[in-house]
């Protein structure tokens, strides 16, 4: 689902070209995740937990902005996998209160 390379890179911001242009928000997340960009064109959004099951999927077909409802969701680390329209896969780790 997600190698090595792409999680290495958005936790250290090495080799991320939306640095600075997408925001993940809350981090810490209780209620609800927002995925906001005002340069990056979202085509797709992932969520994993730390087991790497997936536990959410949408379609932005190059939307920059999307909330998720976290409510649901058990207190933890999870994976916020973007897709852009150049196939490009960026990921942010959360945490859940």
């Known amino acids: 689902w ?3 390379v792409n999680i290495y ?3 250290t911001g090495i080799d991320d070209p939306a640095a600075g242009t997408l ?3 809350p981090d810490p997340m209780t209620d609800e995740l927002k995925i906001a960009s005002a340069e990056f064109n ?3 959004v992932e969520v994993y937990d730390a087991l790497g099951n ?3 999927h949408r379609s932005l077909n190059g939307k ?3 909330v998720f409802d976290a409510r649901s969701l ?3 680390i999870y ?3 973007m897709r852009d329209e150049k196939n490009n896969l960026l990921t942010r780790k959360i945490l859940k209160m």
């Open 54 to 56: 997936k536990i959410f």
């Open 74 to 76: 058990c207190p933890g």
């Open 23 to 25: 925001n993940v928000y």
């Open 9 to 11: 890179a958005s936790v």
């Open 42 to 44: 979202i085509q797709m």
């Open 2 to 4: 997600i190698d090595d």
């Open 64 to 66: 920059n902005e999307t």
């Open 79 to 81: 994976f916020v996998v």
